[in-house]
């Protein structure tokens, strides 16, 4: 009864409100040219409005419940990329997050280690998920290997520190305490203990989110995403274990920026997947500590996106801004199948320092959307004949291709100056090159884009002369080439590795996606350049 009173109540303000509104006379005619008409996207959004307000009073209308009421429930956690799911209760409780601080050393990129700082294990640490009106207790732990006292500051709490001060902890120790979420939005969680820069540049931050009463609109798929930037002693692929450069962190100038901890971390078999026509979520937030995000799907347009995590909705998005410290909900719908890319458009970080991710589509095509490639030939430019631009496109000179006296020679001069390398241990070492640096261009199977990048797999342009390879990597490459028979013309800048790091990439290509053999070696590599 309470709630029918306090909704007519409401319908009554609204008809209130509408007779004290100037009224059009009733034989008014329709706006002239020039005059503001509401738009669809602004009657759009007028209808969310209303339909945020009817959602808040219902939530207002909820009873509170004392807390010693409350019902008692554990925080359903989960490591990145899986978000918990929608919470289906409609009343508050308490709910209990347990988190612990571990110092391990792991994977940041293949070849790369390093000692990250985590919440619960991982990098991001768990994301959790409550509802508006929870009243949350968090319990801090950290464990009695850690080198140093840690904390967690939740940007969702209005408090001291957002929790920082309350869970200050040494090694070995234990502490908590309580917050109530006042206000839904998705919010970072970080580590605030001095150096604050350098404890979020080990990996320490996550995401809570703080669930609207009324819940979010429904999807088929929802996925938990952090970009972090990571500041190494060593260049970016630079194999060992690298050690935080504080440095590198002052002039944020990081080696990596990364998608869930490292590198790959949502790429080739650890994608994310969705199948055509389901409507996708994705919260997405940035740890830091220094960079900020220009998040973007390549392939697909934001249906909305929910401002740096709170009420605004923007529509039809291209690329959304997520400062660090910061976070987004985006919301699409993917139409067709495909391998759909997710980077940070500071596009020099995606292809260079690592924050590439990929979303893969299953399902039945639909070329009403989107073709594919409808046709391919060759370009006849102003002034040039049909012949003279297919010649312009044709394979190598006899003298170079392969089975001939020269490449003879030089395939002999290349086992000779080989001496003992071990060429199973150069394609294990060349194959973490790979990933590090050429995988963005060329594809995990070597493939390339169609048009762009010339494929390596299965590539005579390489199989008939290593040496071009060779000069590729150290030199660059541009203009035009024949691959496989089509012409290519872009270019490739010249790649910061070492002798052996050169070695070592082109012997594993040489050696994988269907190529047909050889070995570089260091002493190559030094003579070319």
């Not at 925080?75 to 997050?97: D, F, G, L, Q, S």
């Not at 280690?113 to 009243?135: A, C, L, Q």
């Not at 026509?277 to 937030?285: A, H, T």
């Not at 490639?373 to 000179?397: C, F, I, N, W």
Request: hydrophobic share 40%; proline share 5%; glycine share 10%.
């Amino acid at each position: 009864m309470k709630q029918q009173t306090l909704l007519a109540t409401l319908i009554a303000s609204l008809f209130a409100l509408s007779a004290c509104s100037p009224q059009p006379a009733a034989d008014a005619k329709p706006a002239a040219s020039g005059q503001a008409v509401a738009s669809p996207a602004e009657t759009a959004s007028a209808n969310t409005a209303a339909s945020e307000t009817a959602s808040q009073v219902a939530a207002a209308d909820e009873p509170e419940i004392p807390e010693d009421q409350l019902e008692v429930i554990d925080a359903v956690m989960t490591h990145a990329p899986e978000a918990p799911p929608p919470i289906e209760r409609n009343h508050a409780a308490k709910v209990m997050v347990k988190m612990e601080v571990q110092e391990k050393v792991m994977k940041m990129a293949d070849g790369v280690e390093y000692k990250y700082w985590t919440f619960n294990g991982s990098v991001p640490g768990p994301m959790i998920r409550v509802r508006h009106g929870d009243t949350v207790e968090v319990q801090f732990a950290n464990r009695s290997d850690s080198t140093v006292p840690h904390n967690v500051d939740f940007h969702a709490v209005t408090g001291t520190g957002g929790g920082a001060e309350a869970t200050f902890t040494a090694p070995g120790h234990v502490t908590s305490f309580r917050f109530k979420a006042l206000q839904p939005g998705l919010y970072i969680y970080h580590c605030a203990t001095a150096p604050v820069g350098m404890h979020i540049a080990n990996g320490m931050y996550g995401l809570i989110l703080v669930e609207p009463k009324g819940g979010l609109p429904k999807v088929d798929k929802e996925f938990y995403v952090v970009q972090g930037d990571f500041y190494t002693k060593g260049k970016y692929g630079e194999a060992g274990l690298q050690d935080f450069d504080m440095e590198k962190a002052i002039k944020e100038q990081p080696e990596y920026v990364v998608f869930n901890g490292h590198v790959g971390s949502i790429a080739g078999d650890n994608a994310l997947k969705a199948t055509a026509g389901d409507k996708v979520r994705i919260f997405f937030g940035n740890g830091g500590p220094n960079l900020v995000s220009s998040f973007h799907v390549i392939g697909e347009i934001f249906d909305t996106v929910h401002v740096e995590g709170g009420d605004l909705i923007n529509r039809n998005v291209q690329t959304t801004l997520v400062p660090a410290g910061g976070a987004a909900i985006v919301d699409f719908k993917v139409d067709v199948p495909g391998s759909y890319t997710l980077v940070d458009h500071s596009i020099f970080r995606a292809f260079n320092k690592g924050s590439l991710g990929q979303l893969k589509v299953d399902g039945e095509k639909n070329p009403s959307i989107y073709t594919g490639q409808l046709t391919e030939g060759v370009y006849q430019e102003a002034g040039k004949s049909a012949s003279d631009a297919a010649a312009g496109s044709q394979a190598a000179p006899a003298s170079k291709a392969a089975g001939s006296e020269p490449a003879k020679k030089e395939a002999a001069s290349e086992k000779a100056d080989a001496g003992k390398a071990d060429k199973s241990a150069q394609i294990k070492l060349g194959e973490a090159v790979y990933k590090a640096n050429c995988i963005a261009c060329h594809g995990p199977e070597g493939k390339g884009v169609e048009g762009a990048f010339p494929p390596l797999a299965g590539s005579d342009y390489l199989n008939s002369d290593h040496k071009r390879g060779i000069q590729a990597v150290v030199k660059g490459l541009s203009g035009k080439i024949t691959v496989n028979g089509k012409e290519y013309n872009s270019v490739m800048p010249a790649v910061a590795l070492k002798d052996d790091e050169v070695a070592n990439v082109l012997t594993f290509v040489l050696n994988s996606f269907g190529n047909k053999g050889g070995q570089v070696s260091a002493a190559d590599v030094a003579k070319a350049r």
